[in-house]
């Protein structure tokens, strides 16, 4: 089915350096959002975007809505160990809940 | 204000058998929408319910049926289980056409 193009697919750091990763898409969406998702645990929200060329910040975390609307980066700044996880790109459709995943990007953390 | 909740937590069924997930939306959702994670297709839509009606829905087999109450609780249902059904079944509960609020998940295990 359709998906989203996430990379990178993995990721391991450093504590205290910044991470970005980003989603790409051949088709245009009128919303994005990132998640994170803990082992055995469902995605916890992080960032919703809703106009092209938005950037939005949560804390350590700062994510932008591309212009054309196929694209999303999220950046992650000074990690800490609990940043570890499976952060989730999707697009919402423009009608109804229904959101389109990318494959995912596992963080790893060196402390 | 209580989260999405999804009962059970866990399941091991056995190929041929069918099985029933239920999902309770954060009071006031309205939206409530199942997906399938598995390691080699990622999280997958599978179908949207809005006030008991089925709003959309992903590339699965018929096999795959939900519904959803007058309570905005909603079950899905799989029929016939076979080894491949084996995955974490997510919820997402929304209001109106908006974010998308992710349970624990069901671990569904077909042996």
Known sequence: GQQLNQSPQSMFIQEGEDVSMNCTSSSIFNTWLWYKQDPGEGPVLLIALYKAGELTSNGRLTAQFGITRKDSFLNISASIPSDVGIYFCAGQEEYGNKLVFGAGTILRVKS | ?111
């Open chain 2, 1 to 111: 204000k209580a989260g999405v909740t999804q009962t059970p937590r866990y399941l091991i069924k056995t190929r041929g058998q069918q099985v029933t997930l239920s999902c309770s939306p954060i009071s006031g959702h309205r939206s409530v929408s199942w997906y399938q994670q598995t390691p080699g297709q990622g999280l997958q839509f599978l179908f949207e319910y809005f006030s008991e009606t089925q709003r959309n829905k992903g590339n699965f087999p018929g096999r795959f049926s939900g519904r959803q109450f007058s309570n905005s609780r909603s079950e899905m249902n799989v029929s016939t289980l076979e080894l491949g059904d084996s995955a974490l079944y997510l919820c997402a509960s929304s209001f109106g056409r908006g974010l998308a609020f992710f349970g624990q998940g069901t671990r569904l295990t077909v042996v």
